[in-house]
């Protein structure tokens, strides 16, 4: 498409929005805000607040403990399969429960234990800190090191090998990838959109590679979740873990989900064994067994009012579904990029994410120098809402269900006049807490 920076262009685009009247199944407080960070936390559907009312109320406050047999209980796999439906799942493989960390580390663990010969695990430099985190917390578990005072338990043990960047921090190493996956390799494990530059990794054919040299494939799909879509069950991924607070609108830390393939699920054990993944949690049983199939990843009671209220939030995105929300999304990430081009450039603005859509997510990184400052300025001065990651990034997310274009046009501009007035100048590099 021949792409125009007029406002009135904006507006056609708008005009020409299959997804327009989405917007207003969510809760738009300012409408003068442009909230670019849905891809960090998304707006608060109206499906959501209503039933965050009847649960407190009516759930909690009248049906109090018999709510358990009322829905609670088997909430995590009711919207898990929901989830399963964004991300190519079919029932019985995906729970909600606990954290993306604790997922990952519940799950990694297990893929490790399962292969005790072979000793590699590999990620990227582009993986979410935590989750780099995680496997070293695992490596440490599993192999302490000899000064642990834990003793060392001799040959063998685990590696975690980090494939870098080929390029200015926007595209992993793909080919340093492809030849680090040996026969020892137990996991590959890599964030299928990365946080940072928005790179989309082919993930069937890197779950392909993996497999052809016997490794197991876990994926983070925090990123991707509703915002792209996702074939787990077709690439025949084993493992995925994702967040639900960013594009599924689930709400400030709303449960995590995990993804264990059928064909693998009972071959695995769980590090944590708690009372919900029991086979017969009722039966109170002083010894465990693991409940079948994915179930025995659950460990204890969840939060249900944020879990149920999560449910909730998944209705506008089940409703557009994914591939209406794929094609809103690439229009708008290739109609940023070509403001950047043509509007920011000047002011020493790079693009620091793929120029290709097909290998970019929901949201872009525009790099600059003074970029936390800028951030900043938009933030306390301009109500506009995108995040800052370190060392220059700025990151814009368009979360397809309820930005217009005009808003996008509108953020460029704001941005123009922070860098025309040089508002930036008026902050300190020291970063505050949360960026
Ligand atoms: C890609 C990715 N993985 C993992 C996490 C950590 O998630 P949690 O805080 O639920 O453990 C995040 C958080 O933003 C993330 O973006």
Known sequence: MDFSTSKDFA???????????????????????????GNSLGVLPKSAQAKAREIVDEQWGKDLIRGWNKGWWEAPSRVGDKIGKLIGADAGQVLVND????????????????????KRIITDTFNFPSDLYILQGIKNLLSPSPDSGRGARGEGK???IRIGASDNDITPNIAELESAINENTALVTLSHVVFKSGYIYDMQRITELAHAKGALVLWDLSHSVGSIPIELDKCNADFAIGCTYKYLNGGP??????YVNKKIQNKLSSPIWGWWGQKNPFDFSLDYEPADGAQRF???TQ???????????LEPTLQAGMDAIRQKSILMTDYAV???????????????????????GSHISIRHEDGYRINRALIEEMNVIPDFRAPDNIRLGFAPLYISFSEVWEGFDRIKRVMEEK???????QKLAVT
């Open 11 to 37: 507006l056609q685009l708008d005009s020409e929005d299959k997804l327009a009247s989405f917007r207003d199944l969510f809760l738009i407080h300012d409408p003068s805000l442009i909230y670019l960070d």
């Open 99 to 118: 954290t993306v960390s604790l997922n990952l580390f519940k799950l990694a663990t297990s893929a490790l234990t399962l292969q005790p010969n072979k």
């Open 158 to 160: 685990h590696e975690i």
């Open 253 to 258: 830390g709303a449960q995590a989900f995990l």
């Open 298 to 300: 659950l460990v204890g």
């Open 303 to 313: 939060p249900m009012i944020s879990l149920l209220t999560m449910e909730a939030a």
């Open 338 to 360: 070509y403001l950047t081009e043509n509007v920011l450039a000047k002011y020493g603005f790079t693009l620091g994410s793929p120029i290709d859509s097909s290998q970019r």
């Open 423 to 429: 508002r930036y100048e008026n902050y300190p590099k």
